[in-house]
């Protein structure tokens, strides 16, 4: 599933190109994105003696709970369960995951030890943009250096750099 949507970007760049144009295009950067800067998601928490807790906050904002897996019982004789969607909730922040009393796996409390997988909200955030702006060079480049008509004329930007630049950028503000 795409970060951006084809109406997002439509609420950012001027274009005449179809919707199935522009799911092309949103593809490929966001496939240009994901080879520079690795994927999206997979930030990896995990915390120890969380048995009598209900709600834990997160090191940042999450957008998205990839998975939650909860280890019950003793430190010494673990069983390890996957938790399922129902058995936990994102809060509406991003901050905060609450266990769920009334889920697949119901429990009132978290296990003694708990690993959180999930996609930091900021991380989308810049990603959408980047996309946004690597799609805006897609759809503008003509591929020509210089263009003119009559009196008008202009000088393309090199696309390679900007698209290089706009990378780059993104790949120091996941570090920041």
Wanted: proline share 2%; no cysteine.
């Amino acid at each position: 599933m795409s970060t951006l949507s084809v109406a997002e970007l439509q609420a950012q760049v001027e274009t005449d190109l179809d919707s199935t144009t522009l799911q092309q295009i949103i593809d490929a950067v966001e496939k240009d994105i994901e080879e520079h800067v690795g994927p999206g998601s997979n930030y990896v928490y995990e915390l120890d003696h969380m048995d009598l807790l209900t709600v834990i906050r997160l090191p940042v904002r999450a957008s998205s709970i990839d998975s939650i897996v909860e280890y019950t019982d003793s430190e010494h004789n673990p069983t390890k369960t996957t938790l399922a969607a129902d058995d936990y909730e994102l809060s509406d922040d991003g901050w905060f995951v609450r266990r769920l009393s009334d889920g697949t796996n119901s429990d009132d409390t978290w296990g003694w030890h708990v690993v959180i997988t999930f996609t930091p909200a900021a991380n989308v955030e810049k990603r959408k943009q980047a996309a946004i702006q690597l799609a805006r060079l897609e759809i503008t480049h003509t591929g020509y250096e210089n263009e003119a008509v009559g009196d008008w004329s202009a000088k393309s930007l090199d696309a390679r750099k900007e698209r290089a630049k706009i990378l780059r950028a993104l790949d120091q503000s996941l570090i920041d």
